[in-house]
Structure formats: C-alpha cells, structure tokens
C-alpha cells in the first residue's frame, strides 16, 4: 500500500522568510511518481510540480524548489522568500505505474501561513 | 476556459435526500477522477473511469454512492439517501493517459448534509 505523512501540520512565517514543507511517502513500487499541489482558499488544487522516481534531479522553479531523495524516501518542497500569496494549504501527493497511472494518494496537508 | 469544472459548486441538502453532482473534464482527457475531501484531510480516491469504462472504485463509495460517464465526456456522481457524514468537498479530476499524466483538478462541489 501507498502512504504520503505530511508531518507539519500548519506552519506560519514572516513574509520573506524561506520555508520548507515535508513530504516523506512509502511505497514497495519501483517507478511511481510524486506531486505537489497548493490549495488556496478557494478550494481548487493547484498542480506545481510532478517528479518520477527515476529522477532525482532536484528543480527550481522560481522562488520554488523540491528536493526528492530516494535514500530517505523523502520530497520536501521550499519556498524561498515567501509571499502573502503563497498562504494555501499544500499537499503532496504520490502515484504507481501500474499500465498507466494510478489514483492519487495525498498526504494530508500543510497549512502554510505567510504573515505580511 | 478550457480547465476542469463542476456543478453545483455549493449544495445543502436533508439528510436523506439525494444529491448528483457533475463533472465535465478537460476535453481532451480521457481519465476522470472522483475524489472527496473532508475538513482538514487530504482529498481521499473515489473512483475513475477511462473513456466510458469505470475501472477502480475505492472502498470509500459505499452502495449508496454511483458514479456514471456517459459517452467517454462529463462524469455524475449520485449519492443516495445521503448522511451528514457524506458532508465534504468532491472534487473531480481528469488527465490523459499519455506517459507520466498530470491530473488537473475542478474547483470542487462543496455538500452539507443537514
């Protein structure tokens, strides 16, 4: 079976400040896939980012970076920076290849807080 | 607009009525997804379908639950004789199945069951 543990859950910081969000998943799977997404207060999941487990390139994007590490099955995500804007709930999330992808399963959630 | 919607966005209803909700996916994808989620969780799975063929259901939809795709397009999820614990957010998603798919969620139908 599939787990995403979310361990922080609710985070605030002063805007500017970097900060980092915790994703650890479990999975006997050998290629499976792995997710972000921001959730604001209007409720739609946002997609960020998606990373296979074959790659272990870590990715920035912006003022947003992830860092997958297999060895410590580990996809942590920071914001650096950090804006108002940025205060959403964030969920990470991890698929299996299974002849094609499989449903979602998600953590449960960090909400971040960014204080002007 | 071209992204993922859903309708109604709100409803409130009586516990034991019944309630469908609709999705209509991005138009070129041919997964759609159901899933719900409660305050403070994560989104749980429901169920997909691929084209018009429902290929998982999770444990979660209980009888009372159906979920139909008529035609490979939109999706609709029917609850019966709903219960104040079907109160949630159902959000559905879609994706093509290309290598290494992305599902792009709607903004969700927001149920309480009074």
């Known amino acids: 079976a599939q787990k995403v543990t979310q361990a922080q859950t609710e985070i605030s910081v002063v805007e500017k400040e970097d900060v980092t969000l915790d994703c650890v998943y479990e999975?006997?799977?050998?290629?499976?896939?792995l997710f972000w997404y921001k959730q604001p207060p209007s409720g739609e999941l946002v997609f960020l980012i998606r990373r296979n487990s074959f790659d272990e390139q870590n990715e920035i994007s912006g003022r947003y970076s992830w860092n997958f590490q297999k060895s410590t099955s580990s996809f942590n995500f920071t914001i650096t920076a950090s804006q108002v804007v940025d205060s959403a709930v964030y969920f990470c999330?991890?698929?299996?290849?299974?002849?094609?992808?499989?449903?979602?399963?998600f953590g449960k959630g960090t909400r971040l807080s960014v204080i002007a | 607009d071209t992204g993922v919607s859903q309708n109604p966005r709100h409803k409130i209803t009586k516990r034991g009525q019944n309630v469908t909700f609709r999705c209509d996916p991005i138009s070129e994808h041919n997964r759609l997804y159901w899933y719900r989620q409660t305050l403070g969780q994560g989104p749980e799975f429901l169920t997909y379908?691929?084209?018009?063929?429902?290929?998982?259901k999770s444990r979660l939809l209980s009888d009372r639950f159906s979920a139909e795709r008529p035609k490979g397009s939109f999706s609709t999820l029917e609850i019966q004789r709903t219960e104040q614990g079907d109160s949630a957010m159902y959000l559905c998603a879609s994706s093509s199945t290309h290598y290494q798919e992305t599902q792009y969620f709607g903004p969700g139908t927001r149920l309480l069951v009074l």
């Open positions: 999975t006997r799977d050998t290629t499976y896939y």
């Open positions: 379908f691929q084209n018009e063929a429902q290929l998982e």
């Open positions: 999330a991890l698929s299996v290849q299974n002849s094609g992808n499989t449903p979602l399963v």
